[in-house]
Nanobody, 118 residues
Framework: VQLQASGGGLVQAGGSLRLSCVAS????????MGWFRQAPGKEREFVAT????????VYADSVKGRFTISRDNAKNTGYLQMNSLKPEDTAVYYC????????????WGQGTQVTVSS
């Protein structure tokens, strides 16, 4: 599976961005999808995940109520809608997928930069 993340950019605090993650090579319908981020000098951290069917979602406490993860299996695409952005959301955002039976994520995208100015 190849993943291409896009949609990052520079936005002011309080603004919104929508990240997309397009998969190729395999259909996404067999995979759970997750979003992660890594800020400069920090370890990569979990942001959100959505089950293969879209029926289950989990969010990090830091983004709960502001970010929404979704997917469109017909388009082989996942999304991360980010609202009420804060400077501390600044990071490179990565999408990843794993087979339902896998413990860890099998495939990763290249990342897209999100910068939130104060």
């Amino acid at each position: 599976v190849q993943l291409q993340a896009s949609g990052g950019g520079l936005v002011q605090a309080g603004g919104s961005l929508r990240l997309s993650c397009v998969a190729s090579g395999r259909t996404l319908s067999s995979y759970d999808m997750g979003w992660f981020r890594q800020a400069p000098g920090k370890e990569r951290e979990f942001v959100a995940t959505i089950s293969w069917s879209g029926g289950g979602t989990v969010y990090a406490d830091s983004v709960k109520g502001r970010f929404t993860i979704s997917r469109d299996n017909a388009k082989n695409t996942g999304y991360l809608q980010m609202n009420s952005l804060k400077p501390e959301d600044t990071a490179v955002y990565y999408c990843a997928v794993k087979l339902v039976i896998s413990v860890q994520y099998d495939y990763w995208g290249q990342g897209t930069q999100v910068t939130v100015s104060s």
